[in-house]
């Protein structure tokens, strides 16, 4: 007997071992085992496959060690997600099960986790009938405060929620944390009822994910119109396993995505509720929290590694979470039987994995995951990704409209402001103009918050000497340095690195450096001394590193403890913040000109998602937009809401120019230490690629940033019909590269595929 075995390795699909006797009943697709490999290192795999082939091949086959689990880690509908994974987005099986697995499987057992204990209080067994638990308050009439904790003891453990027959009580338990806080009581007064022989206390091993049993609300009453965009859903739902809602901010998705999660509830399926990043997940889980308790898992980066194994394991029960709210890795948590995924703000460049391998895009994941499981997925968003978009107009997926807010608050008014005219006639003088500093005054005055908007971190993206034109670059990319104030350091935002910032000019020895363009950092500063009084937050990369920090910098701007919340795209998402009257779009420009084929697209969403956080509730909110250019056709789409007009011109450039949703794009990224070796390798590929795929080959040429980390890129890009076949083009890839790297002055290249790249 022989297994086909994932190992967490690069290299190949699976590798193949032997089978000891004794080990024969304890393995099965999707166990976990532990193997040698290489020199005798010891790996965690998942058997793939089980077969009685022995293969033929030069060295001896060796023998499992060890089967680490005594039923499968990994699902069978979920081995054939992987394979999809691999095939799809060109990458062998270990690297999506490096993505996939927890890495809790892979660490050394004796390091392995330790279940968390908490201390639970029941009735002590001499207590346990309704007789002596009258009799015990009898006895309890003096001691007041033990009195009141054994009420508090029945009413909180829901003692009587269940039918009573004669005899002995039924089982009911509550942690003593829980019970103490919300009855108010002491240690003294439980302590004394345990020493009575009343209550016991004992260990239990619980979930680091469970919080108290709050009692679970209903979910609101839809409105007619969201009442009549549910029905329409699942008549949708009839023909077709995917539903875009696209619903302007605010109009209640979120509420009409609950009411589809309760149904498949009841239907013992399981669903996930996909969110494009972690930001997001503060506010939503509160809501969730609210409908479905403990039925709820909550999946994303900052959970640590022991909670993502307890996730894992608690879904490999059939009585584990019923729902998953997650981050783009969530698609690959062991579920079930899903019947629905919801995908909210699809449009959202986070879903694509970047770095490492699986290049993955979880909402396109997602869809083929749900097709395993024939679950039904809904696409959710004010501004819908092009892609999907197009494929609710073509009728490959339903469409469901909502174009009202769900407080009828009209969407708000976007105001631009030309900056170049202002800088011309000297009256820009700081990042804000003159009406945006007016608005955000009166705006304070009334009590009211601002959001402002720059996509840009840091205090400014380069500084420049006045007299050369010299400006810092990082060592390792070919990239100018982004100045921070906050560390008093120079910082590149492609490997990482940081410098000091330089007192002086290199070149020419001059003192007067300038810094060009701004960031947050810079507006924050600028806004702080035009109103030196009021208390403002910053949403960016370095503010939120820590675990708790984004939740700390949103809830205090609910609370009302800042006034001004200034961030990148962070502030964008999905958050419903209820006192915005006002938000300011300090710079469009730098968005509308960033050389991708997405640009515009993504500019849009940007723009409309960031105005879509004023005023959502009550009343109309208002959006100052400062560009120089507000006579660009994207501006003016932004201005007018004009959403459908900018689908079309870019549609019309997607179709002209051979782009998605027409064509499929795969990028080969060639990295290497020495330019002219990668130029020669890269022409090389791209002439044996051409061999198949003829035209559909661009390429080889330089991206606008030469070199990162030390190795220098050149790109591939191949354009394919969508009806082309993907075995073809795979192949074709695939001989290019054993061609490549069979060449020995080619050795120590790097080839990456990226297939639907997201720029
Ligand atoms: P979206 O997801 O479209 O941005 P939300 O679902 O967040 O919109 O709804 C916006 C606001 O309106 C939220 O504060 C939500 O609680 C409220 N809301 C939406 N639908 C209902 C409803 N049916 N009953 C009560 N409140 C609702
Ligand atoms: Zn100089
Ligand atoms: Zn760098």
New binding site residues.
């Given amino acids: 007997m022989f297994v086909e075995v994932i190992l967490p390795v690069p290299l190949s699909d699976t590798y193949t071992y032997f089978v000891p006797e004794n080990l024969r009943a304890a393995v099965f697709p999707g166990s976990l085992v532990s193997v040698t490999f290489g020199r005798n290192k010891h790996y965690s795999g998942v058997i793939a496959y089980i077969h009685t082939i022995k293969p033929t091949c030069p060295y001896e086959i060796k023998p499992i060690v060890a089967v680490e689990q005594s039923s499968p880690v990994v699902r069978r509908p979920q081995l054939r997600f992987w394979e999809w994974l691999s095939q799809y987005y060109l990458c062998s099986l270990g690297e999506v099960a490096k993505a996939a697995l927890p890495s809790g499987f892979r660490k050394e057992p004796s390091m392995g986790y330790k279940p968390k204990k908490e201390v639970f209080i029941r009735l002590a067994s001499q207590c346990k009938t309704a007789e002596s638990l009258r009799s015990t308050f009898d006895s309890l009439k003096r001691a007041v405060k033990q009195e009141q904790l054994l009420l508090a003891f029945i009413d909180y453990s829901r003692l009587f929620d269940q039918n009573i027959a004669e005899g002995s009580l039924p089982e009911a338990e509550i942690s003593k944390k829980a019970l103490l806080t919300r009855s108010g009581s002491g240690e003294a007064a439980l302590a004394a009822l345990i020493n009575k022989g009343i209550l016991e206390s004992y260990s239990k091993e619980v979930g680091r994910l469970s919080s108290d049993d709050l009692p679970l609300s209903d979910p ?4 007619s119109l ?1 009442q009549q965009a549910y029905i329409e859903i699942l008549q949708h739902f009839r023909e077709k396993n995917v539903c875009l809602l696209h ?11 609950i009411h589809l999660i309760n149904e498949t509830l009841k239907l013992n399926r399981q669903a996930l509720f996909l969110l494009p990043e972690i930001a997001l997940t503060t506010q939503i889980t509160d ?1 969730l929290k609210r409908y479905f308790g403990n039925k709820m898992g909550v999946y994303h980066s900052k959970v640590s590694d022991n909670e993502r194994l307890e996730i894992w394991n608690n879904l490999l029960h059939d009585e584990g979470f019923q729902v998953i709210l997650g981050v783009r890795s969530s698609i690959f948590l062991p579920f079930r039987d899903l019947g629905l995924i919801i995908v ?1 703000e699809e449009h959202e460049p986070g879903y694509k994995q970047q770095n490492p391998a699986p290049r993955y895009h979880a909402r396109n994941a997602a869809i083929v995951l749900a097709t395993m499981h024939s679950a039904k997925v809904v696409l ?1 968003s ?1 501004t819908p990704s092009l892609e999907s978009y197009f494929n609710a107009q073509t009728g490959k997926y339903g469409y469901v409209a ?1 174009n009202k ?3 009828e608050t009209e969407l708000p008014t976007i105001i631009p402001v030309d900056v170049k005219e202002l800088r011309r006639k000297k009256q820009m003088k700081s990042l804000l103009s003159p009406l945006l500093t007016e608005k955000i005054s009166r705006l304070l005055e009334n009590g009211e918050q601002v959001l402002l908007f720059q996509n840009r971190r840091g205090f400014a993206p380069m500084v420049v000497c006045r007299i050369c034109d010299w400006t810092p670059k990082c060592r390792f990319c070919d990239v100018s340095l982004t100045v921070h104030k906050h560390s008093n350091r120079l910082a590149c935002h492609y490997c990482g690195s940081t410098y000091p910032i330089p007192a002086e000019c290199p070149e020419c020895g001059n003192k007067d450096l300038k810094p060009r363009g701004f960031g947050t950092e810079m507006v924050e500063e600028e806004l702080q001394r035009i109103f030196p009084e009021i208390h403002i937050d910053r949403m960016d990369f370095d503010t939120t590193r820590e675990k708790k920090s984004f939740e700390a910098i949103i809830s205090r701007f609910e609370q009302g403890k800042t006034q001004v919340l200034i961030g990148t795209q962070m502030i964008s998402k ?1 958050l ?1 913040f209820e006192k915005v009257g006002l938000v300011g779009i300090l710079s469009a420009d730098s968005l509308i000109n960033f050389p991708d084929f997405r640009a515009y697209e993504r500019a849009y969403q940007l723009m409309s998602q960031v105005a ?1 956080r004023a005023g ?2 009550k009343q109309q909110g208002e959006v100052i937009l400062q560009t120089s250019n507000p006579e660009h056709p994207l501006i003016r789409q932004v201005l007018n809401h004009d959403y459908e007009g900018m689908v079309r011109l870019q549609l019309e450039e997607r179709r002209m120019f051979r782009y998605p949703p027409f064509y499929r794009l795969i990028e080969i990224n060639l990295k290497h230490k020495q330019t002219d070796l990668l130029q020669e390798m890269a022409a090389e590929y791209a002439r044996m690629l051409r061999q198949s795929l003829g035209d559909r080959v661009i390429g080889p040429y330089t991206p606008p940033i030469v070199r990162v980390q030390s190795l220098y890129i050149r790109k591939i890009l191949l354009k394919m019909e969508i009806s082309a076949s993907l075995n073809v083009m795979r192949e074709a890839i695939e001989n290019a590269t054993t061609h490549i790297t069979a060449n020995r002055r080619f050795k120590y290249v790097t080839i990456q595929y990226d297939v639907d790249p997201v720029g």
């Fill in positions: 609101n009453r839809l409105n969201q619903g302007v901010t605010s109009s209640g998705k979120t509420e009409i995505y809501r909210d959710g004010a909502l807010r769900f407080e999905g419903d879509g959502r509730r």
